[in-house]
């Protein structure tokens, strides 16, 4: 008998031959088929020739509404205007430079003036780089090296933080003493043996462990909230908590707000009025293009500054502050009114609440977590509050939703978690809303 997942995956590859094809080509020439894990699913992505507004389009010409946005990148929609003119207006000036441009000293400006713990901010060009530069600021800062992650939080692609994102459970350890295990082989022993793991939203378990190893711990880095889990917003007295503790104790507090910069004007750090120390940034900040940056305060930033005598801290990169990105991220911050997030707050909390509903009305073992703009399906009736409660979920049902939604017109990201942009409306949370039952009506779950 087929099984719902083998149905909507017959269909999906019915009505895709185009991508199909591609992706048998695309395997030739990358390993999987392409250069970004993230982006994969079985049995091949579509392959997207066009994004405008809320509408993605595949080379076999269907038409999906966006509830992605390049992984919450792009919040005020594809090819939004004011975007495209700044990058069209910078193009015909070019494209990098040997020395910084104005525009650069204005995107620096407007984070400054936003996010509350921002003295001063570097720029590079992805996420990942903003946690390498703000863990090796940590350790230059305090001249210790260890460091303290929770469990189930994706920092970015380096060694020191690939760790303990998505560890097997026979591997984890117990829920309140976690170990630290390599997302992967390749990764430095080292760093694993630097690293200490804690629970995301206990705040008494990161307690005990930080006061365990304080006097060898560079820093603590949070996610305030949660992407890996599905958008899990981080409880209030962890996150000030964290901060109590780590001031105490003289340990770098580092946000990674890549994410969570997303929730509201100045940052998740603004939302919650928890000031870190150091924050990492991405995403969103660059309008589109590749992005990241860190910042926070004076005496620690300072580290990198090369006049009078040369930087503690070495920082290069070719496209670090390029341009085009900052034209990007200039037009984007400024289009990001407080009205703006008003807008994205009430359309996310809107979609929330008609999935809880529609969970409720048709009994399926579901919840949905997120917060402002974020949310994700969670396929467990357990709360989900951190990683070994997402663990909960029931895989087979996720995949089915995916590639159901797929089927429906809609893409969200492979684990099921989405985000609203300023160009979606209430009537494209219903349409989501609706197409969500229709999956789950067709695979027998309601
Ligand atoms: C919280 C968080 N930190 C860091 C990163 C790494 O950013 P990038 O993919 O730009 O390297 C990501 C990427 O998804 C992220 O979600």
Known sequence: ????????????????????????????????????????????????TDGTGITLTDVDGN??????????????????????????????????????????????????????????????NTGTEATLNAIRAARAF????????????????????????????????DADSPNAVAAFPGISETAVDDIFITPFNDIETAERVIREHADELAAVIVEPVNGQCGMVAGKPE??????RITDE????????????????????????????????????????????????????????????????????????????TAAAGVATLEALTPEKYEYLDALGESLRSKLRALFAEL???????????????????????DYRTFATNDKTMAETMFIGLLNEGFLMSNRCAGNVSTVHTEDDVDAFVAAVGNVLKRAGYA
């Open 363 to 385: 009994e399926v073992p579901m919840g949905v977590t997120g917060i402002a703009s974020l949310f994700a399906l969670q396929f467990t009736s357990t709360e989900v509050v």
């Open 63 to 124: 038409k999906r509404t966006d509830f992605v946005n390049n992984m919450t990148t792009l919040i005020l929609g594809h090819r939004a205007p004011e975007v495209s003119a700044a990058l069209a207006d910078q193009l015909d000036h070019g494209v990098s430079y040997p020395a910084p441009s104005p525009s650069v000293v204005r995107w620096a400006e407007l984070m400054c003036e936003r996010v509350p713990s921002l003295d001063k901010v570097r720029f590079v």
């Open 142 to 173: 305090t001249g210790k090296q260890k460091l303290v992650k929770c469990e189930g939080a994706y920092h970015g692609n380096h060694d020191a933080i690939q760790i303990s994102i998505y560890p097997p459970l026979d591997k984890a350890g």
């Open 1 to 48: 008998m087929t099984t719902p997942l083998e149905q909507e995956l017959a269909n999906y590859s019915a009505a895709n031959p185009k991508s199909a094809e591609l992706h048998e080509k695309a395997t030739r020439f990358m390993p999987g088929g392409d250069t970004r894990n993230s982006i994969f699913w079985d049995p091949f992505p579509v392959y997207v």
């Open 249 to 324: 104790l003289g340990i770098v507090l580092i946000f990674d707000e890549v994410i969570a910069f997303r929730i509201a004007y100045g940052g998740a750090q603004d939302y919650y009025g928890v000031t870190p120390d150091l924050t990492c940034f991405g995403k969103v900040v660059g309008g589109g293009m590749p992005v990241g940056a860190f910042g926070g305060r004076d005496d620690i930033m300072s580290m990198w500054d090369p006049s009078d005598g040369g930087a503690t801290v070495q920082h290069a990169g070719t496209f670090n502050g390029n341009p085009m």
């Open 238 to 243: 962890f996150l000030e908590g964290l901060r």
